[in-house]
């Protein structure tokens, strides 16, 4: 009687924990949803980094598209370090053909230096980073395998290839390089497309526009001039520079089937179909997205439409810009997610794994949240080291008067923070996350990684026309997480292209190594996992580039770990 | 028309009294007040003698001349009658009255394209010439219908512009005007139109409605529903509205609301195919396979060849991987409208899943093509909406 006292107490007792658990956490999703913390520190990090877009009476395309940010450890310190790319003096107007200058210190680039106070210096005269022209998105990756990250800075006319020389200083190597490239470049993408331990580059371009003082808008009495609409000007396609070592590239984009022409902004590359070759995605601009299938040959196919990944469900066309092609359901295959403008909604395309995806936006809540926002830069980020990957979401419409036509949609918004309910729903979290989240901004870069290394990912945001902020996560959670740093030894030295498998007790968790998404950005290479509550990391699966499969056992979290690529 | 010509006579002379008194001999005015009196009272025969006294010493006098005219009409000679409209508009080019009485005599004898420069240059030396514009807004206005009914919408359009412009507060010119540019997808003509309408003659239900519908053309979702909740509430009853409400929730992504809205309207209209269509549009968003299907088939037992339908369950098929009864459903849906990209589009996708690489490349460039041109279509319409030389491709709405 005793016994079956004890016993049914103890059952009972399990039985409350139960139901009191399975009510937890219905009560905790979705309608509390845990909210982050972001907080601006910009100017406390000594970060006064404005852009400049040289707005004109013209209203020229240019102008409205904003640079990115690279978020990278250019001194191998251990340390993030942050890099600028600005616009140029435009004249109003300016002449057909020009290529804009830098000629006021207001146009250089910028590379801030993480001191190990945390703080930040200038030092892009030092580096030889001020750059040349009309500076739009930025690409990192160590191209030489040097052990020091390069960086390409793409631009309009003109892009330039800095070699970092392991001294703090960089030197332009554009020329002897060959990848100067033409026309109007926006995202820039290292990638090994053929496996051959060098990292090959990608480099997105817009369209066929020049300073045509083409007038937009309204022109009666009271009317007014706006932006063009993209649809007047023709695609252009990508360039695609094969790295062939010794400093030098071949521009291969029409041999290797890459250069079906888009309306390009946003790049992001991921392994779709698990064939061991990595692919390309390219947010094309009120056009089909275009997703490249890598044959593993050295040759692409172009599969946006028919993977079912380049419309919106009705079959139309959006207009893409900023891009991530991550696994965000722990399903082990990469997803896509595409910003774009107000009333389209931003595109969330689940991979089926048949090569085929499903656009996911409203089943996932996304068509709600995002009806009325226009998103560029985007990322998806463990926020909260609950084990998913949420979504930070940088917002402003492209025309600045668009409130003239649509007072319903607004030109300056706040970011946008989505929580991700268990790969199910995202759930809008913002106002609760700081209030970084209720400031209006005309963002378009976004730039992610762990900039304090407190194992929580923070960000770096470019505004079309002003200030950068340099946002902090501290949100407030017991959740374990680690950081992995990957150096390749057979596979290019950055690792770009590596799968990783985390598994823990809570779940198995999946990421590529990359430094290119978002748009016009490079974010930092290592990969974060929150990890939730497990305090183990019972298995670290590692597929390298080179094809080598490395596995790590009964690893401890909460830190950064650095793992070379084994020899076989 | 005989009547408004002697009102509008007998206005002209006191309205230009001061002015003849001045420039005629003031037996000559006398004798013109004296015509005018004796026409209000109906004595024609002495009338006409003042009239030709006037013109026997001075025969040129245009406003004897006008008013013989309308004594002549109302003496049914409307011959001799246009002889000295005719005379009198001649004699002098920017009398506002002759040009007027001319154009309504044109009008008596069935001579629209006569009379319709008549009015309008009577109209723009005197633009407060009520009988004038009356009745070039009558003339307009029929004249645009005629063009509607021949398929020339644009003339039709351009008629009632014109008309508005005479008649600003004429509501139904306005509403008229309205009707034709939501015809032709000018939204923001239509939108300006109905919002006048309504100012003229608020809770005007039907204007309420086609304002909605003219914002939801423009993709101004949360106007538009203000406009159908409005016109939901004068009408509680008509299933339409209820529809329209409900579409532009489900537009809004306020999808729980949009529901009741639809089943309201099934509620109010059973026999109705378009609730259940929409009903079904947001089950399938929300991957609620079998319930979308079931609205779908209550659609295609009403009105089997309706294409939305039709396609939108071919999208359940391709969803379940029902492939084959997909590649059926999308064609049937094509057969009865060719243009609906959504249902080349995932005959497309389909045709990829089942490995028919051919045709599906075949169905995604119609697929793309049609997207392309509704896209031009929508910018077209802006360029026409801006006026000539307009431009406005900066079109928000990607």
Redesign the interface.
């Known amino acids: 009687m005793k016994s079956f006292s004890k016993f049914s107490t103890r059952a009972m007792l399990s039985g409350i924990a139960l139901i009191f658990g399975t009510w937890l956490s219905f009560a905790a999703s979705p309608n509390s949803p845990t909210p982050g913390s972001f907080v601006d520190v910009t100017e406390k990090l000594g970060i006064h980094f404005r852009r400049q877009a040289s707005p004109t009476s013209r209203k020229y395309l240019l102008e409205t598209m904003g640079s990115g940010v690279a978020l990278f450890d250019y001194d191998n310190d251990g340390r993030l370090d942050i890099f600028f790319a600005n616009g140029a003096r435009l004249d109003d107007p300016t002449p057909k053909n020009s290529i804009p200058k830098k000629d006021s210190p207001k146009y250089w680039n910028r590379l801030y230096h993480q001191k190990s106070d945390g703080t930040f210096e200038d030092v892009t005269e030092c580096a030889g980073l001020t750059g040349l022209g009309y500076s739009t998105g930025v690409a990192v990756g160590d191209y030489d395998n040097d052990g020091f990250e390069d960086l390409y800075v793409a631009g309009y006319g003109h892009s330039t290839l800095y070699h970092n020389n392991g001294d703090g200083t960089f030197t332009d190597v554009t020329v002897a390089a060959g990848v100067a490239g033409s026309g109007w470049m926006t995202s820039a993408a290292w990638v090994d497309y053929d496996n051959d331990g060098r990292l090959d580059l990608v480099v997105a371009r817009y369209m066929q526009w020049d300073f045509d003082d083409?007038?937009?808008?309204?022109?009666?009495k009271g009317g007014f001039r706006?932006?063009?609409?993209?649809?007047?000007f023709k695609p252009e396609s990508v360039l695609l520079f094969h790295n062939d070592g010794g400093g030098k590239f071949s521009e291969v984009a029409h041999q290797a089937g890459i250069d079906k022409p888009g309306k390009g902004l946003g790049l992001a590359i991921a392994d779709y179909d698990h064939d061991g070759f990595m692919d390309i995605l390219l947010a094309n601009?009120?056009m089909?997205e275009y997703l490249f299938h890598n044959r593993g040959n050295g040759t692409f196919e172009e599969v946006g439409?028919?993977?079912?990944a380049g419309?919106d469900?009705?079959?139309?066309?959006?207009?893409g810009m900023g891009v991530d092609f991550e696994d965000y359901n722990n399903d082990g295959w990469p997803d896509i997610i595409i910003t774009d403008?107000?009333?389209?909604r931003y595109a969330l395309y689940t991979n089926l794994k048949d090569g085929?995806f499903d656009y996911s936006t409203?089943?996932t809540g996304l068509?709600?949240i995002s009806?009325l926002h226009s998103g560029w830069g985007v990322r998806f980020l463990d926020y909260d080291n609950d084990g998913w990957k949420d979504l930070l979401i940088v917002q402003s419409?492209?025309?600045d008067t668009?409130e003239t036509?649509?007072p319903?949609?607004r030109y300056r918004e706040p970011p946008l923070l989505l929580r991700n309910e268990r790969g199910k729903k995202f759930v809008d979290v913002s106002a609760a996350s700081g209030d970084v989240f209720h400031q209006d901004w005309t963002a378009r870069g976004l730039a992610v990684g762990d900039i304090n290394n407190d194992g929580k990912l923070d960000a770096v945001v470019t505004s079309n026309d002003g200030p950068a902020w340099v946002l902090l996560n501290q949100t407030d959670t017991p959740n374990h997480w680690v950081t992995l740093n990957l150096v390749g030894v057979k596979s290019n030295r950055d690792a770009i292209g590596a799968q990783v498998r985390v598994s823990t007790t809570v779940g198995d968790q999946f990421a590529t190594v990359t430094t290119s998404s978002s748009y016009q950005s490079s974010s930092d290479k290592r990969l974060h996992f929150g990890l939730g509550t497990a305090d183990a990391i019972r298995e670290i699966e590692i597929r390298w580039p080179s094809g080598i499969r490395q596995i790590l056992r009964d690893q401890k979290p909460d830190r950064i770990v650095t793992i070379a690529e084994p020899l076989k | 028309m005989r009547n408004k010509l002697l009102c509008g006579g007998v206005l002209l002379l006191s309205s230009l009294m001061p002015v003849a008194q001045v420039s005629t001999p003031s037996s000559t005015t006398s004798l013109l007040q004296d015509a005018a009196q004796a026409m209000t009272a109906g004595k024609l025969a002495r009338a006409e003698t003042d009239l030709q006294t006037v013109l026997r010493t001075a025969p040129d006098d245009y406003l004897a001349l006008d008013l013989l005219g309308v004594v002549r009409v109302l003496q049914h000679r409307d011959v001799e009658a246009e002889q000295l409209f005719r005379r009198a508009v001649q004699k002098k080019a920017d009398f506002a009255a002759a040009h007027a009485h001319l154009g309504l005599l044109y009008l008596q004898k069935g001579r629209a394209d006569d009379a319709v420069p008549q009015l309008r240059e009577s109209l723009r030396i005197d633009s407060a010439r009520t009988d004038a514009s009356d009745a070039l807004v009558h003339t307009l206005r029929d004249q645009s219908k005629t063009a509607a009914a021949a398929g020339d919408s644009g003339s039709s359009l351009a008629l009632l512009r014109e008309a508005r412009n005479y008649a600003p507060d004429n509501p139904d010119v306005q509403f008229e005007f309205g009707a034709m540019a939501l015809q032709l997808s000018l939204w923001q003509d239509a939108i300006a139109a109905f919002q006048q309408t309504l100012k003229l003659r608020q809770n005007d239900a039907v204007a309420l409605y086609s304002l909605g519908r003219a914002f939801l053309g423009e993709w101004k979702f949360e106007d538009a529903r203000q406009q159908f909740a409005r016109y939901v509430e004068a009408r509680p009853d008509d299933a339409s509205g209820h529809c329209a409400l409900g579409m532009t929730l489900a537009a809004l992504e306020s999808t729980q609301e949009a529901r009741e809205q639809f089943e309201r309207a099934i509620v109010l209209a059973p026999e109705q195919t378009e609730s259940y269509f929409r009903l079904g549009l947001i089950e399938l968003n929300v991957k609620d396979l079998d319930e979308a299907a079931t609205n779908f088939r209550i659609v295609l037992t009403r009105a089997s060849k309706h294409a939305g339908a039709l396609s939108a369950l071919g999208r359940v098929a391709f969803e379940q991987k029902r492939y084959s009864d997909a590649i059926d459903l999308l064609q049937r849906a094509i057969a009865s409208d060719d243009s609906l990209r959504e249902a080349h589009y995932y005959l497309g996708l389909t045709f990829v899943r089942v490995g028919r690489k051919e045709e599906a490349d075949s169905q995604l460039q119609i697929a793309t093509r049609l997207e392309h041109d509704e896209a031009q279509h929508r910018r077209t319409v802006l360029r026409i909406q801006d006026g000539e030389g307009g431009d406005h491709n900066s079109d928000p709405k990607k």
């Open positions: 083409v007038f937009c808008g309204r022109p009666e706006s932006y063009c609409h993209p649809d007047l601009d009120s089909s439409l028919p993977s079912g419309l469900s009705n079959g139309n066309t959006f207009a403008l107000a009333n389209q085929t409203t089943v068509n709600a009806l419409h492209v025309i668009i036509y649509d319903n949609v």
